[in-house]
Structure formats: C-alpha cells, structure tokens
C-alpha cells in the first residue's frame, strides 16, 4: 500500500518543486518566497495531483501524467520567454487552442519535431499507464482512495489560505503588470493564479481616452479626407539596429516618411508577437495601467464592455469605417470587438486567394490593390484600417532569397537566415506604403495615411549574434497637402490614435498640426466646419 500510494504522491511532489527551477527567468526556491507563494504552490499541485488519482486510479500513472503537463507548461513558458521576454501567462492558456485551429503561427517557434515527439510520447504513455498499473480501486476498494481525498482537503485549504493571506502590499495593491518580475518573486503558480483573479474583474466602466470622450464637431462630408491605417506586422527599422542594413531596404517608405507630418520611433508594449496589444492601444489610447490585468490580452473584456475609441469617433464625423486584415475575423475576438469599436465592415481572408501570397501569407501588394479598389468605388469620406501579415513569422519556414546581400553591406553571418527573409518582406511593405500614398494623390478628396508597426520580428538566433533591436517600431501620418518638414519625435502609440484624429481635423481646417489636442473647442458639440 505504501509502494503504491505514498511512493508516488513525494515522487510527484518533488518533480513538481523541480521542474519549476528549471523555468527561465529562474524563480527563487520555496524556502527563499514568502510563506503564501509556498501553500499556493503546494496546494495547487495537490488539488491537481488528487484529482488524476480520482480520475485515473492510477498513482504512478497520475504521477507521469502531472509531471507531463508541468512539464509542457515550463517548456512552453521557456520558449516564450526566449522569443517573446516574457513567461507564460494565464492567459496564453487559451493559446492551447488557437495552436490547434492555427497550427502554422505557434507550433514552429515551440519546434514541428519537438511536437510530434511529444504527442506520440504522451499516447505511448496513456496505453502503457492503464496497462502496466492496476486500478486500485478495483485492487483494494473506496478506502484505498481514502488518503487521496486526504491530500486533496489539505491542497485545498492550503490554497485557499495562500490566497486569502494578507500578502505584501506591492504584490495584493498592483496589477501583474511585469511578469518576469513576479515569477522570479514567487514563482510560476502564484503568477498564474494572480493573473487569473485578475481577468475575473471587470475593466473601470469610467476607462477611456479623453479625447475620444470628447464630442465631434458638425462637418459637411465633402470637406473630409478619406484616411487609410496601416497596422504593419513586425516593422521596425533595421538600419538603426544594424549598420550592416543597406539605406535601400526601406527607400519607398522613406519617400514617403520624409514628406510627413510626423513621424519618428514609436514605443509599443509587445516584442515578437501580440499583436493585440499594440492594436488596443492604437485604437483605443489606452496604457497598461488602464488595462490592469486585462493588458495581455485586452479584446477578452473589451469584447463585452465599451470603450470609446478612435474609429467610434470617426463614425461620428460621417465616415465609413472599414478594416482589411487578410486572416479569419475570429483571431483575437476581432469579429467581436470591432464592431464595438466602430467598425462598419471586417474584410477578412476569404476576400484574397492563394495566388496572393507572397511567402506564407497574403501579400502587402495584394492589400494595396484592395483599399484602391474600395476607395474607387465609395463616394463616401472613408477610413480604412489594413493589419498586414505578410510579414509574419516563423521566418525559418522560408527559403532564403536568392541574393541575401540585395539589402545588406557584408556576408550574411551564420545562422541570420531569418533577416534575409525578413528584409526582403520588409521591402515589399515599403513598396506597399508608396502605392497607398499614390493611390490617396489620385483620389479626388484629400488623403491621410498613417503608418505604424506592432512589434518588432521574431528572430532569436539572429538577435543571440547580432544583438537585439530596443524594441521601438517606427509610424509616420503624411498628407496629400504635404509638409516641408516632417515633426520628428518619439511616441507611445497610446498617443498616436489621438494624434491622427488632430491631424484629420486640423487638415479641415489647415491648422498646423499639434500633438497638444483637437483643434476645436469640444463644447456642446454643435460647433459646424465650413
């Protein structure tokens, strides 16, 4: 009885405590955490470690099925934290998913071989669990399962003293909001149990940017410029990172950043990967701070609670509001959120074929040719907001172009496969920014583009060599009216949806355009541009 009870339960505890310092950044051992962390920790694994008992009836097999999945949660948390700089999160849970309907976006970056490696390990280990250990339910009865529903109370109350604790006022009054951070304090199960009480609470229902609070003015439709966003996916400028990056890999945007109202290095709150944050925070204007626990993955509370935002405030002005993002409208709850946040039409991937890709996705091009089509056949001021994805990862998957050094001033160095992709796509979205530009010069209302970039790529074996980027993007808003001499500044892209609403409506006005506010008077709303 103790070979096949207790045996197992210290074999899985022990596991459990191990493989938790083997998690990147480390966290600190038990004895060294506060005494909360420890019961939430130890509690947590015997809730998980009773229940596969319970449900198996198989000690030893319950043991290998637990350490398993702690297992995959630390590798997982390893590799995101090697790519993305940050562990997993409660919230990446729901990623499990999304690998399963978009396999091509995640299981690369965790390794194809590593997978399948994996999944057959993990079936070989189901058959061989129920058919090597007896049940000892069926061996020794109800009260053989009697110490296990022991364990499970104690887990219990441990965890829920864990929780309950008076903890320390830097970890009870803010928000996990740095991660690394708090898994080096206390450790991967208390972040996780963190992050979820935090996801249970509901945003402010006051959180708002107060310029998108602020009513529009009355404007007639004909003095509107139509406005083309561009959301470009993992742009940054690579010359300010690397000298050995040629000036002629991004000419066609420079063409067009220079010739800007403003424009300059833009700070965003993802690296890699999350989109969705940059987004929010674009469309929105609001900060982590505002987001609390919900800034890792916002469209989950924003999905059912409304926030003013940007394109809201264009729907006031008398536009027609448009997004163009060449991937299913269910990825990030965008078919949700969007029309909360003012969208009129989601044009989604099944509006582009196959022979508009270019690599693994739809090509910039291919976005372009769609907003001059759109843009032709509307009479309507019109705001279009692309989400690019030509230019997504996993770069690996890509063949190496023909001649790499058409973008770089030396050799490629070993192992930097991934920027020789990642150039080539970063140029056809440069080529792509003057097509729009052109395309806005030719309509018969006036044009405002605004560009940014989300993040910057993911390319771990290149950045271990050649060091990494600080991870700014870059944005610029330009004019058909255009400018002598382009603003040049850094800006959090919390500012930068504000900024381009100015821009619209100083270009009604042809004030100059200001990053302090709105060029009206916000009163009663009834203000009137002739």
């Given at each position: 009885?103790?070979?096949?009870?207790?045996?197992?339960?210290?074999?899985?505890?022990?596991?459990?405590?191990?493989?938790?310092?083997?998690?990147?950044?480390?966290?600190?051992?038990?004895?060294?955490?506060?005494?909360?962390?420890?019961?939430?920790?130890?509690?947590?694994?015997?809730?998980?470690?009773?229940?596969?008992?319970?449900?198996?009836?198989?000690?030893?097999?319950?043991?290998?099925?637990?350490?398993?999945?702690?297992?995959?949660?630390?590798?997982?948390?390893?590799?995101?934290?090697?790519?993305?700089?940050?562990?997993?999160?409660?919230?990446?849970?729901?990623?499990?998913?999304?690998?399963?309907?978009?396999?091509?976006?995640?299981?690369?970056?965790?390794?194809?071989?590593?997978?399948?490696?994996?999944?057959?390990?993990?079936?070989?280990?189901?058959?061989?669990?129920?058919?090597?250990?007896?049940?000892?339910?069926?061996?020794?009865?109800?009260?053989?399962?009697?110490?296990?529903?022991?364990?499970?109370?104690?887990?219990?109350?441990?965890?829920?003293?864990?929780?309950?604790?008076?903890?320390?006022?830097?970890?009870?009054?803010?928000?996990?909001?740095?991660?690394?951070?708090?898994?080096?304090?206390?450790?991967?199960?208390?972040?996780?149990?963190?992050?979820?009480?935090?996801?249970?609470?509901?945003?402010?229902?006051?959180?708002?940017?107060?310029?998108?609070?602020?009513?529009?003015?009355?404007?007639?439709?004909?003095?509107?410029?139509?406005?083309?966003?561009?959301?470009?996916?993992?742009?940054?400028?690579?010359?300010?990172?690397?000298?050995?990056?040629?000036?002629?890999?991004?000419?066609?945007?420079?063409?067009?950043?220079?010739?800007?109202?403003?424009?300059?290095?833009?700070?965003?709150?993802?690296?890699?990967?999350?989109?969705?944050?940059?987004?929010?925070?674009?469309?929105?204007?609001?900060?982590?701070?505002?987001?609390?626990?919900?800034?890792?993955?916002?469209?989950?509370?924003?999905?059912?609670?409304?926030?003013?935002?940007?394109?809201?405030?264009?729907?006031?002005?008398?536009?027609?509001?448009?997004?163009?993002?060449?991937?299913?409208?269910?990825?990030?709850?965008?078919?949700?959120?969007?029309?909360?946040?003012?969208?009129?039409?989601?044009?989604?991937?099944?509006?582009?074929?196959?022979?508009?890709?270019?690599?693994?996705?739809?090509?910039?091009?291919?976005?372009?040719?769609?907003?001059?089509?759109?843009?032709?056949?509307?009479?309507?001021?019109?705001?279009?907001?692309?989400?690019?994805?030509?230019?997504?990862?996993?770069?690996?998957?890509?063949?190496?172009?023909?001649?790499?050094?058409?973008?770089?001033?030396?050799?490629?160095?070993?192992?930097?496969?991934?920027?020789?992709?990642?150039?080539?796509?970063?140029?056809?979205?440069?080529?792509?920014?003057?097509?729009?530009?052109?395309?806005?010069?030719?309509?018969?209302?006036?044009?405002?583009?605004?560009?940014?970039?989300?993040?910057?790529?993911?390319?771990?074996?290149?950045?271990?060599?050649?060091?990494?980027?600080?991870?700014?993007?870059?944005?610029?808003?330009?004019?058909?009216?255009?400018?002598?001499?382009?603003?040049?500044?850094?800006?959090?892209?919390?500012?930068?949806?504000?900024?381009?609403?100015?821009?619209?409506?100083?270009?009604?006005t042809h004030a100059p355009l200001s990053a302090g506010g709105a060029h009206y008077n916000a009163g009663s709303g009834d203000e009137t541009f002739q």
């Open positions: 009885m103790i070979l096949a009870l207790w045996m197992p339960l210290v074999l899985s505890l022990v596991l459990w405590c191990a493989f938790e310092q083997l998690l990147l950044p480390r966290p600190r051992p038990n004895g060294q955490r506060p005494a909360f962390t420890t019961a939430i920790d130890i509690g947590s694994w015997a809730l998980l470690y009773g229940g596969f008992v319970l449900l198996l009836q198989r000690p030893w097999f319950a043991t290998v099925v637990v350490g398993a999945l702690h297992m995959v949660i630390v590798q997982v948390s390893n590799t995101k934290a090697r790519t993305l700089r940050e562990p997993f999160l409660c919230q990446d849970f729901e990623y499990f998913i999304d690998m399963v309907k978009h396999p091509r976006l995640y299981l690369p970056f965790f390794g194809v071989g590593l997978a399948i490696a994996s999944i057959l390990a993990g079936i070989a280990a189901i058959v061989a669990g129920f058919w090597l250990e007896p049940s000892v339910l069926l061996a020794r009865g109800w009260q053989a399962l009697t110490p296990t529903l022991g364990l499970m109370a104690a887990g219990g109350i441990a965890l829920r003293w864990g929780l309950s604790k008076d903890t320390p006022s830097d970890y009870r009054d803010q928000p996990p909001l740095h991660p690394n951070d708090e898994l080096t304090r206390f450790g991967l199960t208390t972040l996780l149990w963190r992050q979820g009480r935090e996801l249970v609470k509901p945003l402010d229902a006051t959180v708002g940017r107060e310029e998108f609070r602020q009513p529009m003015p009355q404007v007639p439709a004909q003095a509107l410029p139509n406005v083309v966003i561009v959301q470009s996916e993992s742009f940054f400028d690579p010359r300010r990172w690397n000298d050995a990056v040629r000036e002629q890999v991004l000419a066609p945007w420079d063409n067009i950043a220079q010739r800007s109202l403003l424009r300059g290095p833009l700070n965003v709150p993802a690296w890699g990967a999350n989109t969705v944050r940059s987004e929010c925070a674009f469309l929105t204007g609001l900060r982590d701070g505002a987001l609390a626990g919900h800034r890792f993955n916002p469209y989950h509370s924003l999905s059912h609670q409304l926030v003013p935002s940007l394109i809201q405030r264009f729907k006031t002005l008398g536009y027609r509001t448009l997004c163009v993002h060449p991937y299913p409208k269910s990825f990030y709850l965008r078919d949700r959120v969007f029309p909360l946040f003012g969208f009129d039409e989601f044009i989604d991937g099944e509006a582009f074929n196959e022979q508009q890709k270019d690599g693994q996705y739809i090509a910039d091009a291919a976005l372009a040719e769609k907003v001059e089509q759109l843009l032709a056949s509307s009479d309507q001021p019109t705001v279009i907001m692309l989400i690019t994805m030509e230019n997504h990862g996993p770069l690996h998957l890509e063949r190496q172009p023909a001649e790499p050094q058409q973008w770089l001033h030396r050799p490629l160095e070993e192992g930097c496969e991934d920027l020789a992709v990642y150039l080539r796509h970063l140029h056809n979205g440069a080529r792509m920014v003057e097509g729009l530009a052109t395309t806005l010069q030719e309509q018969q209302r006036e044009g405002i583009l605004c560009f940014y970039g989300d993040h910057v790529p993911i390319m771990d074996k290149t950045y271990q060599r050649l060091g990494e980027p600080d991870g700014f993007t870059e944005y610029f808003i330009w004019s058909t009216s255009g400018t002598a001499q382009p603003d040049e500044r850094t800006m959090d892209i919390a500012d930068l949806g504000p900024i381009l609403l100015n821009a619209v409506l100083a270009s009604i």
